[in-house]
T-cell receptor
Framework: RKEVEQDPGPFNVPEGATVAFNCTYS??????FFWYRQDCRKEPKLLMS???SGNEDGRFTAQLNRASQYISLLIRDSKLSDSATYLC???????????????FGQGTILTVHP | NAGVTQTPKFQVLKTGQSMTLQCAQD?????MYWYRQDPGMGLRLIYY???????DKGEVPNGYNVSRLNKREFSLRLESAAPSQTSVYFC????????????FGQGTRLTVV
């Protein structure tokens, strides 16, 4: 079983739609969680961190459920510019702040059309 | 603001040739990473270095070696390239062992023929 799993999609939605992505992780020792965005043939860039209480950044809302080992990303009012691959990322730490390894899901492809 | 710089950006190798991918960061980060990305596979961790002087294997280390030359530089070496190593390689760095944002280089597109 992969340590971080995502539904690869693709998700094809009209402008203005609300879309949700899910991610599960297998290691309960995971310490920190992120969503990254990757545009075609570019490097991944941080979209947002995911906090235990849930957090929002404009049209984007991230949720974490530690008990179920589940992370989600909700995009409201989708824009054409949201078309990209969304990567769920988990820091599977060795404990404390000593070190950890960033592990990526396989990514979810989103296409927003007019 | 250079951030994370990878060289080269493109490379074609013949099977059995060797090469080193270079990575340098100017953000004073402790942790550095090498990933490969293949279609439908996401980014898979090859090796990482939590701090200067330490390196650890990731998910797919076979066929690769790494050197953390100093705090700034982390190189990836292919001793005898194979077609299965055709991929896009990304270097990344972060503070605090990955508990904060990781910054990526622009990637190296490697083809092994």
């Amino acid at each position: 079983r992969k340590e971080v799993e995502q539904d690869p999609g693709p998700f094809n939605v009209p402008e203005g739609a609300t879309v949700a992505f899910n991610c599960t992780y297998s290691n309960s020792a995971s310490q920190s969680f992120f969503w990254y965005r990757q545009d075609c043939r570019k490097e991944p860039k941080l979209l947002m961190s995911v906090y235990s209480s849930g957090n929002e950044d404009g049209r984007f809302t991230a949720q974490l459920n530690r008990a179920s080992q589940y992370i989600s990303l909700l995009i409201r009012d989708s824009k054409l510019s949201d078309s990209a691959t969304y990567l769920c990322v988990v820091n599977i730490g060795a404990g404390g702040t000593s070190y950890g390894k960033l592990t990526f899901g396989q990514g979810t492809i989103l296409t927003v059309h007019p | 603001n250079a951030g994370v710089t990878q060289t080269p950006k493109f490379q074609v190798l013949k099977t059995g040739q060797s090469m080193t991918l270079q990575c340098a960061q100017d953000m004073n980060h402790n942790s550095m990473y090498w990933y490969r990305q293949d279609p439908g596979m996401g980014l898979r961790l090859i090796y990482y270095s939590a701090s200067e002087g330490t390196t650890d294997k990731g998910e797919v280390p076979n066929g690769y070696n790494v050197s953390r030359l100093n705090k700034r530089e982390f190189s990836l070496r292919l001793e005898s390239a194979a077609p299965s190593q055709t991929s896009v390689y990304f270097c990344a760095s972060s503070t605090l062992g990955g508990n904060t944002e990781a910054f990526f280089g622009q990637g190296t597109r490697l083809t092994v023929v």
